[in-house]
């Protein structure tokens, strides 16, 4: 059975039937989407003074897969203008260069970003004993200034047995700048660069803490809003890459020796699909890595 | 209308659009012509993202105005790319329509978290 309207427009709606499709699809995306920023928004505003971290992600690297996902907007929408312009071999080189762009992404979040979180350590210090861990907080000093208190020291944990074992008494962490000399003026606000961890060492009793993890969902509310949405939005990516390399591979081909215009009209919704995930991550990158 | 009926349909659409070939010919000098356009508005996205790094390290006084010029900023980049990429500067009505529907439902969603702290007992 053929299809109707996958080139040609409907005349009640005066589109073609895939177009019309993908926007009840991308309105429900927005949905799904709009309800996790709205928890987002909710954990953040109902964060104590101090509790909302700033400053834990990499921002260069985010920046340069805000870049790279731009970069694979253009192109794909390239690829689409050289379909309509008959040109296949220029969309062949403009889609395998937007699937390259996704992979790039993909890689550096799976590889590089999250694990890194996942090898960082912090322990949140019981409010009673913050005075007693004033030497790694430097509470003193942001109180002066008007800042929010600091209640986590953070870094590498040295003794990782320690998260699993209740004879031992203490954590040992290679604390972060932000703890390693917290008076300093340059750590009241977050670093451009990353700046690994030190290696002067606190020894934090198990006992003077409130909750202490690795950079992992259960951490805090806000990884928890991280991984829960970058990881949402790494798998629309991931779904958007294999929908483009099934149009880029030759089975795709035989659709354009058909009708070109068929194959275009396929590039547009999944072009549409892909720029409104780069419009997703374009609210995420600020509100993760920079705020 | 309810029942839609497929000859008469292909007997009416080719009649409303011109002639394939000519349409074609049109549809590519457009598109040729958008092209510098889609790569100004690539150009125009990667500098805002530097501007808005750049910003998130200026003191505007409160977390919450740091916010709004970031939010303001992620808000302009996403209407380029949802004018220009997404087409919706030129885009057919019912396309819209959907649009007001979705706009109306996701800010009664965020208007539900702003409910979360509305209490009539003890303000």
């Known amino acids: 059975m053929e299809i109707p309207y996958t080139v040609t427009a409907r005349p009640d709606t005066g589109l073609w039937n895939a177009k019309v499709g993908i926007w009840l699809f991308l309105a429900s995306e927005v949905m799904l989407f709009g309800g996790l920023f709205s928890a987002y928004v909710f954990l953040r505003l109902d964060a104590e003074p101090g509790a909302w971290p700033h400053g834990l992600l990499n921002v260069p690297v985010g920046t340069m897969n805000t870049a790279i996902l731009i970069a694979s907007s253009v192109t794909v929408v390239l690829a689409w203008a050289a379909l309509k312009m008959r040109r296949y071999r220029a969309y062949w080189w403009y889609m395998l260069v937007t699937i390259l762009c996704g992979v790039i992404f993909l890689v550096v979040k799976l590889a590089y970003e999250w694990p890194q979180k996942f090898d960082h350590f912090g322990a949140v210090i019981k409010k009673d004993k913050l005075e007693k861990y004033e030497k790694y907080l430097g509470n003193h000093h942001l109180a002066e200034h008007g800042l929010a208190p600091r209640m986590e020291i953070s870094g590498h944990l040295h003794n990782k047995e320690a998260l699993n074992d209740p004879n031992a008494k203490e954590y040992e962490i290679a604390m972060d700048p932000v703890n390693a000399d917290p008076t300093n003026p340059a750590m009241d606000r977050p670093h451009f660069l990353y700046v690994p961890p030190t290696d002067k060492i606190a020894t934090v009793e198990k006992e003077d803490v409130e909750y202490a993890n690795m950079f992992l969902p259960k951490h805090s509310a806000y990884f928890a809003s991280y991984f829960t949405i970058t990881g949402l939005h790494g798998a629309h990516v991931l779904g958007g890459v294999l929908v483009f390399l099934y149009m880029w591979l030759p089975v795709s081909k035989k659709v354009y020796k058909r009708n070109p215009e068929h194959l275009a009209n396929r590039v547009e919704v999944a072009g549409l699909f892909w720029h409104f995930v780069d419009l997703v991550w374009i609210f995420v990158f600020p509100l993760f890595y920079l705020l | ?123």
Do not use: C
Request: glycine share 4%.
């Open chain 2, 1 to 123: 209308m309810n029942e839609i009926q497929e000859p008469s349909l292909a007997e009416t659409t080719p009649v409303g659009t011109s002639p394939e070939a000519v349409h074609d010919e049109h549809a590519a000098h457009n598109v040729a012509k958008h092209v510098r356009k889609y790569l100004l508005v690539g150009a125009t996205l990667i500098t805002f993202t530097a501007i808005t790094v750049f910003l998130s390290y200026v003191n505007f006084g409160t977390m919450k105005a740091n916010v709004a010029v970031a939010m303001a900023v992620a808000t302009f980049k996403a209407a380029l790319v949802a004018a220009i990429f997404m087409h919706l500067s030129n885009e057919k009505r019912l396309i819209y329509r959907i649009l007001v529907f979705t706009a109306f439902f996701v800010l009664g969603l965020f208007f539900l978290t702003y409910l979360a702290w509305y209490d009539p007992v003890t303000r």
